[in-house]
Antibody, heavy 116, light 107 residues
């Protein structure tokens, strides 16, 4: 299984961050698909997941700014984060969640910088 | 949210050393803890799941233990490729959370 994340590396403040993750070498069915971020030099933060039925769960502190969607026809899932600020600058990882909450396959990560 | 603390925050060790670091949760999380290794510029790698189960392909020098609120990751004989940062992560409750990490560097 391989996960390839993609998206712009620079987003302006107040705009929307959009990233995609394409899954290859395995089915998108029967797993949860997760986004995790890591600000430069800091620790890991779980953002949320979507399962193969389309059910989602997000970190509450991100409120309504975050949404994750799934496109099974493309074996792809996506992250949108609206109204970004400098605090959203981070490496964003997509990951497969096996079982309840372990992350066994990860993308390489995309550094997204929020700056004008 | 369940908070995880890790100690020490960093440690210096030599190849061949036995190293041990801990993860403590703010409430009982049963055995719902995973451990990851992260090297600079790389994605984390799953080492241990459910507190004590070795992920496929991970060397047996890595051992996880604990339950409830206190967990330990032990490396029995540190190898050159083990210099990295180690994170614990809980999945007892949403939102899933990670500890701040323990960085292992060369003595």
């Amino acid at each position: 299984v391989q996960l390839q994340d993609s998206g712009p590396g620079l987003v302006k403040p107040s705009e929307t961050l959009s990233l995609s993750c394409t899954v290859s070498g395995g089915s998108i069915s029967s797993y949860r698909w997760t986004w995790i971020r890591q600000p430069p030099g800091k620790g890991l933060e779980w953002i949320g997941y979507i399962d193969d039925s389309g059910s989602t769960n997000y970190k509450p502190s991100l409120g309504s700014r975050v949404s994750i969607s799934l496109d099974t026809s493309k074996n792809q899932f996506s992250l949108k984060l609206t109204s970004v600020t400098a605090a959203d600058t981070a490496v964003y990882y997509c990951a497969r969640s096996r079982g309840m909450g372990l992350f066994d396959y990860w993308g390489r990560g995309t550094l997204v910088t929020v700056s004008s | 949210d369940i908070q995880l603390t890790q100690s020490p925050s960093s440690l210096s060790a030599a190849v061949g050393d036995r190293v041990r670091f801990t993860c403590q949760a703010t409430q009982d999380i049963s055995n719902n803890v995973n451990w990851y290794q992260q090297k600079p510029g790389k994605a984390p790698k799953l080492l241990i799941y459910d507190a004590s189960n070795l992920e496929v392909g991970v060397p047996i020098r890595f051992r996880g233990s604990g339950s409830g609120t206190d967990f330990t990751l032990t490396i029995s004989s540190l190898q050159p490729e083990d210099f990295a940062t180690y994170y614990c992560q809980q999945y007892e409750n949403l939102p899933f959370t990670f500890g701040p990490g323990t960085k292992v560097d060369v003595k």
